[in-house]
């Protein structure tokens, strides 16, 4: 990880703040049940790159591609439609 030891800590703190976010903040932007998020990522669905006991943290752009993912699906099979 060579690579990111020149990387100035305040620059990895703000990529952090902005585009990392833990399993609670993903439940909100996927809209999905706590359960749901886990079997995604046990299913290997949803990939966290870090997870820590109960907390997982996602990649951003990860989760807006499940969205639209998800998106697609609820148009094609939702009930409601």
Same mark, same amino acid.
């Given at each position: 990880? #060579? ?6 800590c305040? @620059? =990895? ?6 585009? /990392?976010? @833990? ?8 809209? %999905? ?9 046990? !299913?290997? =669905? &949803? %990939?966290? /790159?870090? #997870?820590?006991?109960? @907390?997982? $943290?996602?990649? $951003?752009? !990860? $989760? &807006?591609? =499940? #969205?639209?993912? $998800?998106?697609? &699906?609820? =148009? ?6």
């Amino acid at each position: 990880m #060579k690579e990111f030891e020149n990387i100035k800590c305040e @620059t =990895k703190r703000e990529f952090i703040r902005r585009f /990392v976010y @833990t399993s609670a903040e993903a439940l909100e932007i996927l809209e %999905i049940s706590r359960a749901r998020l886990s079997r995604m990522i046990k !299913d290997g =669905k &949803l %990939i966290p /790159v870090k #997870k820590s006991g109960a @907390t997982s $943290l996602f990649l $951003l752009n !990860d $989760l &807006l591609e =499940k #969205k639209r993912e $998800l998106i697609k &699906l609820r =148009k094609k099979y939702g009930p409601w439609e």
